[in-house]
Nanobody
Framework: QVHVAESGGGLVQPGGSLTLSCAASGFASEEDYAIGWFRRAPGKEREGVSCFDSTDGTTHYSDAVKGRFTISRDSAKNTLYLQLNLLKPEDTAVYYC???????????????????WGQGTQVTVSS
């Protein structure tokens, strides 16, 4: 059974940093999957933040976070990380980690392709 769990959210001042972690377990194989970070801000739709597509080994970022956030992973620990730097109040949201073991067709930032989701972790950027 697949299990996904995020951690690392919190309250941070504008310009500050946070590191989010996502522990994923239960996959039979590491091939042909995507794993990514998404967020939902109050009153807004869920949006893709950053993701890793194992079909071609690429990472992707939304324009809103490019240059400020960095995705990385530790395959041995089945853990995905998101380093959030230069945080802005508009980054305030619940951040979710999601995983799929299906080959994706629409780019890994498209959330509709993911099968397994964590509960989310709150990130609040405020002075």
């Amino acid at each position: 059974q697949v299990h996904v769990a995020e951690s690392g959210g919190g309250l941070v001042q504008p310009g500050g940093s946070l590191t989010l972690s996502c522990a994923a377990s239960g996959f039979a194989s590491e091939e042909d999957y995507a794993i990514g970070w998404f967020r939902r801000a109050p009153g807004k739709e869920r949006e893709g933040v950053s993701c890793f597509d194992s079909t071609d080994g690429t990472t992707h970022y939304s324009d809103a976070v490019k240059g400020r956030f960095t995705i990385s992973r530790d395959s041995a620990k089945n853990t995905l990380y998101l380093q959030l730097n230069l945080l802005k109040p508009e980054d305030t949201a619940v951040y979710y980690c999601a995983v799929t073991n299906r080959v994706i067709a629409f780019g890994c930032l498209f959330s509709g392709q993911y099968d397994y989701w964590g509960q989310g972790t709150q990130v609040t950027v405020s002075s």
